[in-house]
């Protein structure tokens, strides 16, 4: 059987250079503390020694329940169909078992790392707090309740003279991971003036706004999910009015000569998060029978978003303020 002839190279040809394989990033390990008493208490590290003599307690391969939140699905079945008619989705309360290892270089130091860990876990004094920080200095924390798993078992493979093996198990009603930091947005703007001038000549005629009104005031959620916001008003503010789609709520602006909804040097202060739901001012005066009918305090979404304020202010400059926390699906 022939030989198959060989194409030489071009002179100038020069073979293709092999790519780069890709290079790790450095990177340091994960920091993981847990504070009880409502986050108040003593922060104790799971992943790092105490001191030099070794009275540590640590994080085991095993944990479950710190990514995605669970999710619940709803749909309706019929009798003359197959399957099911998906209806909507909710996600539930985050359930997290964290195994844990103590080991004292005594017995007594052994003991001292139970009660400091069943003291910071136990829901009576509040919730604990986890915090999680990566190699590049991101926080994120999550608030849960001790559910169970230090009732203890001193079988051979679980407990020793001076050492024990726990599997921590915890809820957090509040599914979400939080950020360190608040995300604060400001708006400031004039009252109004005396239409006509007494102390200068009537002309030029200066007219000054005491209206607010936008269709596309812009908010940035840098969140995985929708956040709540806290609005304040400082008035005063004859009136006002915040929507967001469909969604609005607000305190109309009376009559002229009526009294403005926020008085000057007061502030009102609109919490919209679950289980708040307050519009109070700074004397803890309730607005809600004040609100225009059908409120809804809705929520900012992830990413951009916008939304539409008209406010009419008093006779004098007024302040409008949002505080939002980003929430995530993960650490």
């Not at 030989?3 to 250079?17: G, R």
């Not at 997290?96 to 290892?101: E, K, Q, S």
């Not at 305190?251 to 109070?280: H, M």
């Not at 979404?301 to 993960?330: H, I, N, Q, W």
Request: aromatic share 10%; net charge neutral; proline share 9%.
């Amino acid at each position: 059987m022939p030989i198959p002839a060989i194409t030489p190279l071009v002179k100038d040809q020069q073979p293709a250079p092999l790519p780069l394989p890709p290079q790790p990033m450095a990177w340091g390990h994960t920091h993981v503390t847990i504070t009880g008493s409502n986050g108040q208490g003593e922060e104790i590290s799971l992943t790092s020694f105490a001191t030099r003599e070794w009275p540590v307690i640590l994080i085991q391969a095993g944990a479950t329940g710190l990514d995605m939140p669970p999710v619940e699905l709803h749909a309706d079945d019929s009798p003359n169909l197959d399957g099911s008619i998906y209806r909507g989705s909710r996600v539930a309360a985050r359930q997290v078992m964290i195994p844990v290892y103590l080991h004292g270089i005594d017995r007594r130091t052994l003991k001292d790392l139970k009660r400091r860990l069943i003291s910071a876990l136990n829901p009576k004094n509040g919730f604990c707090v986890l915090k999680f920080a990566e190699g590049d200095s991101l926080t994120r924390t999550l608030y849960a309740y001790y559910k169970g798993g230090m009732e203890g078992d001193e079988g051979t493979d679980n407990a020793g003279f001076r050492f024990m093996k726990y599997g921590l198990q915890l809820t957090a009603f509040d599914p979400y991971f939080y950020g360190p930091d608040m995300q604060v947005a400001e708006w400031q703007f004039g009252g109004g003036s005396p239409f006509l001038k007494t102390s200068t000549a009537f002309f030029p005629l200066k007219l000054t706004k005491g209206v607010l009104s936008s269709n596309a005031i812009p908010i940035v959620n840098s969140g995985d999910v929708e956040a709540w916001p806290v609005w304040e008003l400082k008035g005063p503010v004859r009136g006002f009015k915040m929507t967001a789609g469909n969604q609005s709520f607000g305190i109309a602006a009376g009559a002229s000569g009526s009294p403005d909804a926020v008085p000057a040097g007061r502030t009102l202060t609109v919490d919209t998060r679950p289980g708040y739901k307050t519009l109070k001012d700074d004397q803890g005066t309730n607005y809600w029978p004040r609100l225009d009918p059908s409120p809804a305090l809705w929520p900012v979404p992830a990413g951009k978003s916008s939304v539409s304020v008209d406010l009419v202010a008093g006779s004098s400059a007024a302040t409008l303020k949002l505080t939002l926390r980003p929430r995530y699906e993960s650490y």
